[in-house]
């Protein structure tokens, strides 16, 4: 389905989250551009993290899930498995800033990570998309931007 305007910058980022998580992934292929050691990773999560996805996260959970809510109870319980991941995301970083094992934690965060936006693009997104009218998603466009 295509993207309503409303969710289209939203979605811009997870493209970009998941390449992220194609990189950190284990045995994952060397991308041109990406980093291709762990310690390189690392870095670049974290700073991924710091200056893209928690912004990401905090625009869905402030702005998103609130105008969403309590319509729909699929839509709900996406909204829940939503917090959820995040909180699971956000424990993840604070391993990887502490945790010898780098390979380990990364390919956790790659997999969830991964899992999460697939499941707001192919779950959440459409079922926002057909669940609510035009007139409540460019409502919806003006509480994102
Ligand atoms: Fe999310
Ligand atoms: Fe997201």
Same mark, same amino acid.
């Given at each position: @389905?295509?993207? &309503?305007?409303?969710?289209?910058?939203?979605?811009?980022?997870? &493209?970009?989250?998941?390449?992220?998580?194609?990189?950190?992934?284990?045995?994952?292929?060397?991308?041109?551009? @990406?980093?291709?050691?762990?310690?390189?990773?690392?870095?670049?999560?974290?700073?991924?993290?710091?200056?893209?996805? /928690? /912004? &990401? #996260?905090?625009?869905? !959970?402030?702005?998103?899930?609130?105008?969403?809510?309590?319509?729909?109870?699929?839509?709900?319980?996406?909204?829940?498995?939503?917090?959820?991941? &995040?909180?699971?995301? $956000?424990?993840?970083?604070?391993?990887?800033?502490?945790?010898?094992? $780098?390979?380990?934690?990364?390919?956790?965060?790659?997999?969830?990570?991964?899992? $999460?936006?697939?499941?707001?693009?192919? !779950?959440?997104?459409?079922?926002?998309?057909?669940? #609510?009218?035009? !007139?409540?998603?460019?409502?919806?466009?003006?509480?994102?931007?």
């Amino acid at each position: @389905m295509k993207r &309503h305007p409303s969710l289209i910058q939203l979605s811009k980022e997870h &493209h970009d989250g998941l390449i992220l998580a194609q990189v950190i992934k284990k045995n994952a292929p060397v991308y041109i551009g @990406m980093p291709s050691n762990l310690d390189a990773k690392k870095e670049y999560t974290l700073n991924f993290y710091k200056t893209e996805l /928690k /912004k &990401h #996260f905090d625009i869905e !959970e402030r702005f998103l899930i609130p105008a969403i809510k309590d319509y729909n109870s699929e839509i709900d319980l996406l909204c829940d498995q939503v917090l959820t991941e &995040h909180n699971d995301l $956000h424990l993840l970083i604070e391993k990887l800033k502490t945790e010898d094992d $780098h390979e380990e934690v990364l390919n956790q965060l790659g997999l969830l990570l991964e899992k $999460h936006i697939r499941m707001e693009e192919r !779950e959440l997104f459409e079922k926002i998309q057909n669940h #609510f009218d035009e !007139e409540f998603l460019s409502k919806l466009e003006n509480k994102l931007r």
